[in-house]
């Protein structure tokens, strides 16, 4: 697949089937992740794999869209530094944020590849920090619940229209 067409082909997976996935696998979702643009090159990620099941329905627990979750296989939650070694200014527009949910969306787009489904699941932080010993001077950015699809599952969410998110020049104006 070329990386537009996983683009077009990635959708969220909401159910899973019992099947394992492999070190090898998840190894490679993760370099993905690894392999992200951040600013200044700050690589303020963190990635925590959570493959454990009692875990996995805790954390469906402290997700408010997450009612699936514990027939993920793996839940990869992702945090940022909140005080990445960014200059002042990169830190002032929150890069370093931004470049946790390319790392989340990297991984979520490697999954696809690699055969997996997937799902992004916003958390409530301080429930999850407590629950996985995150230190408080990291912030959960989410996380990406994955597995195997469930055979035929397809859920395509509509899209708007280009020219109703398309500006040219200056914002409104829908004409080139
Ligand atoms: C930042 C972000 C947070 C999201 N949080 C949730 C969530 O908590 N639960 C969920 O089921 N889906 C969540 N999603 C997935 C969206 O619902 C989904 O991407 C959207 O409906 C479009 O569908 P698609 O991913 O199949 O194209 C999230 C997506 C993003 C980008």
Not at 24 to 44: H, M
Not at 126 to 134: D, G
Request: charged letters at 25%; aromatic letters at 10%; hydrophobic letters at 35%.
């Amino acid at each position: 697949m070329t990386v537009l067409e996983t683009i077009i082909a990635r959708q969220s997976t909401r159910d899973w089937t019992e099947e394992k996935v492999s070190d090898e696998i998840l190894a490679q979702l993760l370099e993905a992740g690894r392999r992200s643009p951040s600013p200044l090159n700050s690589q303020p990620w963190h990635f925590i794999v959570v493959r454990n099941k009692d875990a996995i329905k805790k954390i469906m627990g402290y997700a408010h869209h997450g009612a699936f979750l514990s027939h993920a296989d793996v839940v990869v939650v992702v945090t940022v530094e909140k005080k990445a070694k960014i200059d002042q200014w990169l830190f002032e527009h929150e890069q370093h944020l931004y470049s946790g949910a390319c790392a989340l969306y990297n991984m979520w787009l490697a999954s696809c590849e690699l055969g997996l489904g997937s799902c992004w699941v916003t958390l409530d932080e301080q429930k999850v920090e407590e629950f996985l010993s995150i230190p408080s001077d990291q912030k959960i950015i989410g996380s990406l619940a994955t597995g195997y699809s469930k055979e035929g599952y397809h859920r395509e969410a509509p899209r708007k229209e280009l020219s109703e998110i398309v500006s040219y020049e200056r914002y409104g104006k829908t004409t080139e």
